[in-house]
């Protein structure tokens, strides 16, 4: 199969050809129909993150069909339509017996642990656990972006963060997390305020169901700018881009007894990134961690999508093959962009 292939992290990757994926005991083989390119496939390519070895195989916002299946699977069969959280799960553990799959003790994650989706065939564990069914409604380029944004705004905003009609929302970031964010708030009827330095992705956000924005280039405090607009304060709070500043920010525009959701991920040297916690005292704040989100909760999800609540499509704003992944993994460095692409590794 071909295959967006880097031997060395920081390298270029290059397409070619690699030997098909065979389907494990438990798993199976998908044949790649959609799949996104995220800022994480950026950071893997970089070498930030320590399960990948090299040579290496991006992609982990997938959809597709099933093509192979394992001995042991029970629940799929060849040309099931299917999609997969970035998280894995094992289905044995702890976790997993107690339904938090999205933080399993020995999950897999697609094109981390082991090669993943920028390729036209991609081998996923344990399908019983981790497959979900994609509506035909849904067309594969929207189903590839539920799996690692859009299901990770829905967890942080609705599962973790408890959004209800009429709060204040806050989501510090508007790439394609904080985009889906301030969507997915906006349909549970709350008034959401978006900040970001770019004002293509406040634009965006705007559209999506933006109450207010804040243009973070421009503001020398958008937590105090969030709790002018807001009253005094969100009483949901997001930094979905990750980052100690805007972790910060977050937690500082939040009310009394606010909430705030880290979704984003926070690479740093040490492992640390400093907190307020002296305000998350005084003002009793909760502080959320929030990590994609297991399979057997979708279903609310992809009712929301196929009723058209949710929007997901919107967010996808151009189309590649897997020849212009190379330059467009590179290029996400320098411009993350405000919108979502989604590479058919079919298409020539
Ligand atoms: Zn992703
Ligand atoms: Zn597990």
Known sequence: MRAVVFERFGEPAEVRDVPDPRPAEHGVVVRVEATGLCRSDWHGWQGHDPDITLPHVPGHELAGVVEAVGARVTGW??????????????????????????????????????????????????????LVAVPEEL??????????RFATAFRAVVQQGRVAAGEWVAVHGCGGVG???????????????????????????????????????????????VRELTGGGAHLSLDALGSPVTCAASVN???????????????SADGTTPVPMARAVALELELLGSHGMAAHTYPPLLDLVRSGTLRPDLLVTSAIGLDAVPQALAALGSAPGAGVTVIEPWSR
């Open 77 to 130: 069969r060849p040309g099931d339509r299917v999609t997969v959280p970035f998280v894995c799960a094992c289905g044995g553990c702890p976790s997993c017996a107690a339904g938090d799959q999205q933080v399993c003790e020995r999950q897999t994650q697609p094109g981390f642990t082991h090669w993943g989706s920028f390729a036209e065939y991609v081998a996923l564990d344990h399908a019983d656990v981790n």
């Open 139 to 148: 067309t594969f380029a929207t189903a590839a972006s539920l799996g690692c």
């Open 253 to 267: 525009g939040l009310r009394r007894r606010g909430r705030h959701v880290q979704v984003g991920l926070l690479p």
């Open 179 to 225: 985009l889906s964010a301030v969507m997915i708030a906006a349909a549970a009827g709350a008034r959401v305020v978006a900040v970001d330095v770019s004002p293509t992705a406040l634009d965006l956000a705007r559209k999506f169901g933006a109450a207010h924005v804040v243009d973070a280039a421009h503001t020398d405090d958008t937590a105090r700018a």
